[in-house]
Structures are given as C-alpha cells and as structure tokens.
C-alpha cells in the first residue's frame, strides 16, 4: 500500500458493517493505489430513516471490524455532529486537515451513485474527489437509469475499470 497515495473515503450508517464493505474498501485500495480509507458512520443520514443501532454502537462495531487493517482508519466526526452530516462539508474539512493527502477519492456504491443527484449541493462532489464506484447486483451503472443532470456529468467523467 502506498504512503503517499490518495485517501479513500467510505461513508454509510454501517448499521450494521458487513463483509461487503470490508471487501469493497480492501479492492479499491488494491485498485486504485489507496494509502487509507477513512471510514465515516453516518450520525444522522439525511437520505434516510434514522438507523435501528445507536449512532455510538455502529461507530464501535465499525472500530471493531477494521481494527485488523491499519490502512483503514475511522473518522468520527459525523456521528459527534448534533445535526445531519452532509458529504459536501464532511470533504472540504478533511481537504481543510493539515495532514490531508492532494486526492480523495469517494467509494459509493452503483445505488448511492444512481441517486448522488439527490444528494445536497451535490455537483461540489465533484471538485472535491474523485468518484469511484462500485458494482453492486441488480444495480448496472448505465447512463439512462440516471437523471439527466446526473448522466450528463457521469458520461463526462466516467473512466473504465482500472
């Protein structure tokens, strides 16, 4: 894994975390030279029902469940907030942070992408990170299941498998 290279970010209410991310976060740092991804429990999701587990329980079980990986590292910061966390602000404060590497990448799922234009100011996203996306079944990443403003920047942008 290498020292220098960019940070992942894998957000979600992890409620709870399971292998698929786990397996997700450990593939895309193979694939995409990832020196850490930073996991991020979502405190109060906004696109969401609030999760069953309590925000501090999904945080520990998150802890508990990358501790064996030292590139995976946990923020906190969202389960903290006493308001909903948006991914917007969450990104320019680790952009903000003095130990911040030049390139975030941000790890959705082909379903969380399929909605990103739902998501608040979500356009910023893009000068913020880079987007990676992952397959999921039963979710194929095609251009005409997106909403116009979202398809158009997604055949702007969009790069083949590494």
């Known amino acids: 894994m290498p020292e220098c290279g960019p940070t992942g970010i894998l957000g979600g209410t992890f409620?709870?975390?399971?292998?698929a991310h786990l397996r997700l976060a450990q593939e895309a740092c193979d694939a995409l030279s990832l020196s850490r991804v930073v996991w991020i429990p979502a405190g109060q999701p906004p696109h969401r029902a609030q999760p069953r587990t309590p925000a501090?329980?999904?945080l520990?079980?998150?802890?508990?469940a990358i501790a064996h990986n030292p590139a995976f590292l946990v923020d906190d910061a969202e389960v903290r907030a006493d308001r909903p966390s948006y991914t917007v602000p969450t990104?320019?404060?680790?952009?903000?942070?003095?130990?911040?590497?030049?390139?975030?990448?941000?790890?959705l799922?082909?379903?969380a992408f399929l909605a990103l234009d739902t998501w608040h100011r979500?356009?910023?996203?893009?000068?913020?990170?880079?987007?990676?996306?992952?397959?999921?079944?039963?979710?194929?990443?095609?251009?005409?299941?997106?909403?116009?403003?979202?398809?158009?920047e997604f055949e702007a942008r969009h790069r083949p498998d590494p």
Do not use: C, K
């Not at 520990?60 to 508990?64: A, D, G, H, K």
């Not at 990104?91 to 790890?107: D, F, G, H």
């Open 15 to 19: 409620d709870p975390v399971h292998y």
């Open 56 to 58: 501090a329980q999904r």
């Open 60 to 64: 520990e079980m998150t802890r508990l």
């Open 91 to 107: 990104l320019e404060r680790l952009r903000a942070a003095p130990a911040a590497t030049l390139s975030l990448v941000l790890l």
């Open 109 to 111: 799922g082909v379903d």
């Open 122 to 152: 979500w356009r910023e996203l893009f000068d913020l990170a880079h987007i990676a996306v992952a397959n999921r079944p039963g979710y194929p990443l095609r251009a005409q299941d997106m909403a116009p403003p979202l398809a158009a």
